[in-house]
């Protein structure tokens, strides 16, 4: 059963990334959802992965998304950053302050991420 959905996830999942590009009513409340547990956070990895001009355009929300309680959307979101999608200085910023989080979880992330981005060419 557990397969069936995470086969119906691997294609859900790219299909809310394209339709949030195009549908700006609909990204906001997909991303409130996202960082309310209601929607998979593996959407952020497809947003950064394939819509990276989506991210640039909705860094103050993508941002809020480090408000959530939940830790995986967290992670999710601290990956994005490490991508090097958003802009530069802030998400380094970012990341420093999540280096010394209280969640483990969050801080091993946030490490892995400031080193991608450090790695990543400037843009």
Do not use: W
Request: charged content about 25%; overall charge negative.
């Amino acid at each position: 059963n557990s397969r069936h959905r995470s086969e119906v996830k691997a294609i859900v999942v790219p299909a809310i990334a394209k339709l949030m590009e195009s549908d700006e009513l609909r990204a906001q409340s997909i991303l409130q959802d996202i960082g309310a547990g209601k929607l998979p956070e593996e959407i952020l990895y497809s947003l950064s992965k394939n819509h990276p001009s989506f991210c640039t355009s909705h860094e103050e929300q993508l941002y809020e998304l480090l408000n959530s309680d939940n830790t995986d959307v967290k992670i999710a979101f601290i990956h994005l950053l490490g991508n090097g999608v958003l802009e530069r200085n802030r998400s380094e910023e970012a990341l420093q302050h999540l280096v010394i989080a209280d969640d483990p979880t969050v801080r091993d992330e946030a490490v892995r991420a400031l080193r991608r981005l450090a790695n990543s060419p400037t843009g």
